[in-house]
């Protein structure tokens, strides 16, 4: 087995996941793999419970951020909040206390690939937007502030 064929095999799993029950219910996803070049290896496999309302899962990343993100400079409501970064529009997925450097956790929205952001550059970028007089949200959250060039 080489890596090539390790990614065939997590695409082919990760189909069989999303058409089925469970994967649908629990999010289930299949994340990075290792293998050795003797032919053994093992996939990392996620998954939360998928809120009804919502239709989003939930995950240690997003309650991190409900509960911590006020030290961060941001609000709870600004989870799932959408922001513009050098002329890419990115949604707010979570946060990692155990990256200093990078705690933000966040997805482009284009291609829904994940990425992650100092809290300094999403503060600054909340406070840019916050001082929009023309912006109809509040300059205290993240919520809505993203321009209509999306």
């Keep these: 087995m ?10 082919s799993m ?3 996941l999303d058409e089925g029950e469970y ?3 629990y999010n289930i996803t299949v994340g990075n793999a290792s293998y050795s070049p003797e032919g053994t290896g093992h996939f990392k496999v996620e998954f939360g419970q ?9 995950s240690p990343e997003r309650d991190e951020f409900t509960k911590m993100a006020t030290l961060y400079g941001l609000t709870p409501d600004d989870l799932d909040a959408k922001f513009n970064y050098r002329g890419t529009t ?7 206390t155990r990256r200093p450097k990078f705690p933000i956790s966040v997805v482009r929205v284009r291609d829904n690939k994940g990425f992650k952001f100092p809290d300094s550059t999403v503060n600054r970028q909340k406070r840019w937007k916050g001082s929009d007089r023309d912006h109809a949200t509040s300059p205290s959250t993240l919520a809505g502030m993203v321009s209509a060039g999306e």
Excluded at 2 to 11: E, F, I, P, Q, S
Excluded at 50 to 58: F, L, R, W
Excluded at 90 to 96: A, H, Q
């Design 14 to 16: 990760q189909k069989a």
């Design 2 to 11: 080489n890596a090539t064929d390790m990614k065939m095999l997590r695409v």
């Design 90 to 96: 990115y949604k707010i997925t979570g946060l990692k």
């Design 50 to 58: 998928v809120d009804p309302a919502t239709g989003i899962a939930s």
């Design 23 to 25: 994967g649908r219910k």
